[in-house]
């Protein structure tokens, strides 16, 4: 079983910046992560990707675009998310996700996420 662990979430005020980190660890198994990304959900909406990382290359949605940076430690297995500007509409809880390629030879795959960092954007 692969498990990811977010932290770094909190209450930051308007412009304020954050970074969120996503560790990932197996038990028992060995495994090769092909992407990861990070969603929010704030209340009464819908979760949402926020960015995603796949050899290499990012994306992120429209919203946050030249003020969330993305990155990946492989070595280490962590993902972040490093938010600047922050603004209000940002806060949500923000949720680390993996696509993992498991066991021998990597055949088997599946879709891991973490169990939320909360993230306050407020005066």
């Known amino acids: 079983q692969v498990q990811l662990v977010e932290s770094g979430g909190g209450l930051v005020q308007p412009g304020g910046s954050l970074r969120l980190s996503c560790a990932a660890s197996?038990?028992?198994?060995?495994?090769?992560?092909?992407?990861m990304g990070w969603y929010r959900q704030a209340p009464g909406k819908q979760r949402e990707l926020v960015a995603v990382?796949?050899?290499?290359?990012?994306n992120y949605v429209d919203s946050v675009k030249g003020r969330f940076a993305i990155s990946r430690d492989n070595a280490k297995n962590t993902l972040y998310l490093q938010m600047n500007s922050l603004k209000p509409e940002d806060t949500a809880v923000y949720y680390c996700?993996?696509?993992?390629?498991w066991g021998l030879g990597y055949k088997n795959a599946l879709i891991t996420w973490g169990q939320g960092t909360l993230v306050t954007v407020s005066s």
């Open positions: 996700n993996a696509e993992v390629a």
């Open positions: 197996g038990t028992g198994i060995i495994f090769s992560i092909n992407a």
């Open positions: 990382t796949r050899g290499g290359s990012t």
